[in-house]
């Protein structure tokens, strides 16, 4: 089945230091990836879309320049919290969308909790 | 405005019981609908989907229902086992390609 491996799992950093995500498509090829956020007890809200060789879509109220995404290769998207601070502190999952598959394609990653100190 | 709605975010139901979890949404160009299953700490498991096109998929011991008139989907579990304890969120697809999600509902089953 479709695997999708996502590093670190958890991470603590100090505020004003950037913080880099990795998201791996293992057995398939992902031309599309979604970095989600989750507050506790909240839902997974949808930060920006990214398409392997073009700049990542942000949705209405997602700081670009905070959150940089990179979707350099197929199998490969990165999310970099840049000059992190406390309120950045959040669950952070990704998902790839396999292409052809309609219903079954969207796999998630385990997740990064990221706390800042 | 949140467009898929979990309004209970916990149940607790007996082993081998029925466990009905329950989803609304308001916009009517989703087109598909997806339950996710989810630990702590951990990402989102697919579960099952519907079209909108449908009413009824079934999977095993898992079953959803959609009513489009009123824009409502749930989820039944039958029968319940204690592994199915987890935090289970519906999702709806939207334009290019998005997943909407709701808040999630806690289930309990007690052995």
């Known amino acids: 089945g479709a695997v999708v491996s996502q590093h670190p799992s958890r991470v603590i950093c100090k505020s004003g230091t950037s913080v880099k995500i990795e998201c791996r498509s293992l057995?398939?090829?992902?031309?599309?990836m979604f970095w989600y956020r989750q507050f506790p007890k909240q839902s997974l809200m949808l930060m920006a879309t990214s398409n392997e060789g073009s700049k990542a879509t942000y949705e209405q109220g997602v700081e670009k320049d905070k959150f940089l995404i990179n979707h350099a290769s197929l199998t490969l998207s990165t999310l970099t919290v840049t000059s992190a601070h406390p309120e950045d502190s959040s669950f952070y999952i990704c998902s790839a969308r396999r292409e052809g598959r309609l219903l079954y394609g969207y796999t998630f990653g385990s997740g990064t909790r990221l706390t800042v100190v | 405005d949140q467009q898929v709605k979990q309004n209970s975010p916990s149940l607790s139901v007996q082993e081998g019981r029925i466990s009905i979890l329950n989803c609304d949404y308001t916009n009517s160009m989703f087109d598909y609908f997806l339950w996710y299953k989810k630990y702590p700490a951990e990402g989102p498991t697919f579960l099952i989907s519907?079209?909108?096109?449908?009413d009824k998929n079934e999977d095993g011991r898992f079953t959803v229902f959609l009513n489009k008139s009123a824009k409502h989907l749930s989820l039944h579990i039958v029968p319940s086992q204690p592994g199915d304890s987890a935090v289970y969120f519906c999702?709806?697809?939207?334009?290019?390609?998005?997943?909407?999600f709701g808040k999630g509902t806690k289930l309990t089953v007690n052995p």
């Open positions: 057995d398939f090829q992902a031309t599309t």
């Open positions: 519907i079209s909108s096109i449908k």
């Open positions: 999702a709806a697809r939207g334009g290019s390609e998005k997943l909407v």
